[in-house]
């Protein structure tokens, strides 16, 4: 049984930092393409981040130079690390596992189709 667990959201002023965390169990987070994701009410489901098996790492363009994906394989949990954080930042965020091994383009390009494993989401409210 795939699970996974988003922690770390919260309330936070514009230009703070909020790091969250997502820890995997019946799924090897080192073996696949993994991703966040967010979602604002009312709006479309977006990927934020992925990070492939290799490291290879990509963003949205609303993020870049803000927002860094990483993973502990020890620990089998994924991290986003945010910094400079926006009120359009405010979004529930979810962390997600791919259906497939390794990680390409179709990783890269962030799209929620790609990911079959979910977690329940954390909140991340950033106030002006």
């Known amino acids: 049984q795939v699970q996974l667990v988003e922690s770390g959201g919260g309330s936070v002023q514009a230009g703070g930092s909020v790091r969250l965390s997502c820890a995997a169990s019946?799924?090897?987070?080192?073996?696949?393409?993994m991703g966040w994701f967010r979602q604002g009410p009312g709006n479309e489901r977006v990927g934020v981040a992925a990070?492939?098996?290799?490291?290879?790492?990509n963003y949205a363009d609303s993020v870049k130079g803000r927002f860094t994906v990483s993973k502990d394989n020890a620990k089998n949990t994924l991290y986003l690390q945010m910094n400079s954080l926006k009120p359009e930042d405010t979004a529930m965020y979810y962390c997600?596992?791919?259906?497939?091994?390794?990680?390409?383009?179709?990783?890269?390009?962030?799209?929620?189709?790609?990911?079959?494993?979910w977690g329940q989401g954390t909140q991340v409210t950033v106030s002006s």
């Open positions: 019946g799924y090897t987070v080192s073996m696949y393409c």
């Open positions: 997600a596992a791919s259906f497939y091994r390794g990680g390409g383009t179709w990783c890269l390009r962030r799209h929620s189709t790609d990911f079959g494993y």
């Open positions: 990070i492939a098996a290799d490291n290879t790492t």
